[in-house]
């Protein structure tokens, strides 16, 4: 009995041992996630003080939850809030629905100079920093000199340029919309290489029985990356509360603030440019813990939708 309670641990210390030369190679990435992602934690005593750069952490003056208070009674950030949800579920959706379909049909292509030249030119505005995509959107959209509002003018489908980047009623599609078009094309590289995994030889049974090019595609391709879709949608739902800061700051308007201010560009105007730190750092744990919340809950439902086991 003693000899057999010992053995696991003894193969669990030879286990060590035979993959000591792994082991030290994470160490590096290991103090890189301590540093970035955990140390910082120790900031979010801010968000329970008035913090004053001058007086420091210590001196500084503990409010206990007046800055969470102040955020929840606070309209602008129910309303950064809102906007953050519907812009960040529209890209969601518009991004796995667009790369699932680009990735699908490119799988179609048999031609390979033809696949490969359309995947690369596909994946290539994901290289573009918003900083330039941003420009060429301004200047595609432009009321003046804009390719859309000329040729919306021509098939006389609207009467007058439209400024699409100047009406708040319209960012909440032009958001998802440039989205997909950024990165439409990179989403889509993870899915080909999960079709690669799909055995061949059930295209051809099924080829055999009778089955078309869409009814395999239904009742195989999709099946086949049921798998990588479940663990990206889990994923991104842990980041719904982050609907992305570079493209908003850069696209936004003072008149389209009222849909297009989200979660971080209020913290970056009311919090940080504000001086009002601690009230920015009550902010960002909110964010944090949600999104801990999401990816939680959306592991939990994903393990029972699918097959009884959780992806993490």
């Known amino acids: ?47 329970f003080k008035d913090y004053k750069p001058y007086l420091g952490f210590q001196q500084s003056e503990w409010v206990g939850l007046k800055n969470f208070t102040d955020l929840f009674s606070d ?4 309303q950064a809030l809102r906007n953050t949800l519907v812009i960040s579920s529209l890209k969601l959706i518009f991004n796995f629905l667009s790369s699932i379909t680009f990735a699908i049909l490119l799988n179609e292509v048999k031609n390979m100079l033809v696949k490969r030249t359309v995947q690369t030119v596909s994946y290539l505005p994901h290289f573009v920093s918003w900083v330039v995509a941003a420009n060429i959107i301004y200047t595609v959209l432009s009321p003046d000199y804009g390719i859309i509002n000329d040729l919306l003018v021509k098939f006389h489908i609207i009467k007058e ?28 590289i993870i899915y080909l290489a999960a079709m690669t995994n799909i ?5 051809e049974a099924a080829s055999i029985d009778g089955a078309g090019r869409l009814k395999q595609i ?4 999709l099946p086949g990356i049921l798998p990588t879709v479940k663990i990206l949608l889990i994923m991104n739902v842990g980041w719904i509360l982050n609907a992305g800061f570079e493209q908003m700051y850069f696209l936004q308007r003072p008149s ?37 919340i999401l990816v939680t809950t959306a592991n939990r439902i994903a393990s029972k939708i699918g097959e009884g086991e959780r992806v993490f």
Not at 164 to 182: M, R, S
Not at 218 to 221: N, P
């Open 1 to 47: 009995m003693q000899n057999s309670s010992m053995a696991p641990k003894k193969s669990i210390w030879n286990a060590i041992y035979n993959q000591r030369q792994l082991i030290v190679l994470t160490f590096p990435f290991l103090i890189m996630v301590l540093i970035f992602n955990y140390f910082p934690l120790w900031g979010w005593i801010l968000a």
């Open 75 to 78: 309209m602008y950030f129910f």
């Open 161 to 188: 340029p439209i400024n699409f980047l100047g009406e708040p009623q319209y960012f909440w599609f032009i958001a998802p919309a440039t989205e997909v078009w950024k990165e439409m094309g990179w989403n889509a």
């Open 199 to 203: 055995d061949p030889q059930l295209y």
């Open 218 to 221: 239904w009742h195989i391709t």
């Open 256 to 292: 389209t603030l009222d849909y297009s201010d989200i979660l971080e560009t209020y913290i970056l105007r009311y919090g940080i440019g504000s001086g009002r730190w601690s009230y920015a750092t009550a902010a960002g744990i909110f964010n944090s813990v949600v999104s801990l």
